[in-house]
């Protein structure tokens, strides 16, 4: 951050668009809260079948060489280097076939080559194989053009992993790989952390169910299935407390309740300026709470603390800044607590395809649609309405663009940081 302080629109302020000082800069709450946040104790040994999404309890080292055996990368015959030292043809004589599965016990000697496999043991003797589309067959012999040098096509025993080395580490969330390598050396069950338990229910008199006739002034819950998809992507264990009325005792039980039975416990509403005051007194009265304003955009009012055994994330009522504060705050909180090592959001550099508003203050998350440029550079466009309860928005959008604190407007081919929502390959799920 620049040290001196202007009054430009991009200028380095430290205030939001109020001109209030002592907004908390939105790494310093990560830190924070990260900071508060120790993985769950307990882990369990599940079936490797069952293991996608979840994360890894201990290191796993290799019992033995990957593969456990020199062995053939193509189709074609196993035969000696020394046999085809030069340019011309060389004759030998197939004495012998070997499968994948089905190994030949015999030694090529001198003068002999053995059909083989891909994927099958390279018998003793054999030091190279040549693929079956560069040689000729007549009858029992087969014709080589040479020169054929030793190691060609052979896939060396312990050249994926060897034995003793390390495999995966603890903290690493298993995916498709992962899990594979995993079978590759053995493991048929992946020594995994228990998943943590996140409890969380929605406030607010104005809220009714989906499937549920809106009476005038109402609004459908959103942020309830908003946070218990993201927990599921997660592959937490979820808690639905469900929708909590604005009423002292309501929203006390269910706090002692998510305290009680949860490693973490989020709720939607209630936490911003001018709330009934009832919330605050009820954190105050269950636990230990601090109300930041963190310089979020959209966001801003975030309660953090703990209640009972469980950390608390209190967000704000807007479902788009419910997404915002939970993806650049709870989230990463949430993956260390469920054992993660890498707990950081992702990035990647694109430039605006349009110019984007924004005033200094706070660190703005805008809905941006990826896509490419004609020189092949990623390039980001915002998706239209940036209003805190503009959910269509965020749903048309594949990923957030990060615009620094101190930024003004954006012009148009501004590179800038962005977190894509997705990746190559999706998670798993609860
Ligand atoms: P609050 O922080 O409780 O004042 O809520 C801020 C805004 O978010 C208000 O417009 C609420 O109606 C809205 N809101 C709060 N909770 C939800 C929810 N669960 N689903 C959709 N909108 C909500
Ligand atoms: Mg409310």
Redesign the pocket.
């Known amino acids: 951050m620049s040290s001196h302080e202007t009054d430009t629109a991009a200028g380095a302020c430290g205030c939001d668009e109020t001109g209030a000082r002592g907004l908390l800069p939105v790494e310093e709450a990560r830190r924070r809260i990260l900071e508060a946040v120790t993985p769950v104790e307990g882990r369990e040994a599940v079936p490797l079948a069952a293991a996608c999404g979840r994360v890894l309890a201990v290191d796993v080292a290799a019992p033995f060489d990957v593969p456990p055996h020199d062995n053939s990368a193509m189709d074609g015959y196993a035969l000696r280097a020394a046999d085809v030292p030069g340019e011309g043809e060389a004759r030998l004589r197939v004495v012998a076939s070997a499968y994948a599965g089905h190994p030949f016990t015999g030694e090529v000697g001198p003068g002999e080559a053995v059909r083989i496999m891909t994927g099958a043991v390279l018998p003793a003797g054999a030091d190279a194989v040549v693929m079956q589309e560069h040689v000729r067959l007549e009858g029992e012999t087969v014709v080589v053009p040479g020169p054929v040098r030793a190691g060609t096509n052979v896939r060396r025993a312990g050249e994926d992993l060897r034995a003793g080395a390390p495999v995966l580490a603890a903290g690493t969330r298993l995916g498709p790989a992962q899990i594979g390598l995993l079978a590759a050396v053995g493991v048929a069950e992946a020594p995994v952390a228990r998943r943590p338990r996140v409890a969380f229910f929605?406030?607010?008199d104005?809220?009714r169910p989906p499937g549920e006739t809106l009476r005038p002034g109402e609004?459908?819950?959103?942020?309830?299935h908003v946070i218990r998809a993201l927990l599921q992507a997660l592959g937490v264990e979820t808690l639905d407390l469900g929708l909590v009325p604005d009423r002292p005792e309501a929203v006390a039980a269910a706090l002692r309740r998510g305290g009680e039975e949860a490693d973490a416990l989020l709720t939607?509403?209630?936490?911003?300026v001018g709330?009934a005051d009832y919330v605050t007194d009820a954190l105050r009265q269950l636990g230990e709470v601090g109300f930041w304003r963190v310089a979020i955009k959209p966001g801003k009012p975030l309660a953090f603390g703990r209640i009972g055994r469980a950390h608390f994330f209190g967000l704000?009522?807007?479902?788009v800044s419910v997404m915002v504060t939970f993806l650049q705050l709870v989230q990463p909180a949430l993956r260390r607590l469920a054992g993660e090592r890498r707990v950081e959001p992702m990035t990647v550099r694109a430039r605006t395809r349009v110019p984007l508003r924004k005033r200094p203050g706070r660190a703005d998350f805008q809905r941006g649609i990826l896509s490419r440029a004609p020189d092949g550079t990623l390039e980001v466009a915002a998706t239209g309405p940036q209003g805190s309860?503009v959910l269509s928005s965020m749903a048309r959008a594949d990923c957030l663009i990060v615009l620094p604190r101190d930024w003004g407007d954006v012009p148009e081919g501004t590179w800038v940081e962005v977190q894509p929502f997705h990746g190559l390959i999706p998670g798993c799920g609860a």
Do not use: A, F, K, W
Not at 219 to 224: A, E, F, G, T
């Open positions: 929605s406030t607010g104005e809220l609004i459908h819950d959103s942020n309830r939607s509403g209630g936490v911003s709330e704000p009522g807007n479902p309860h």
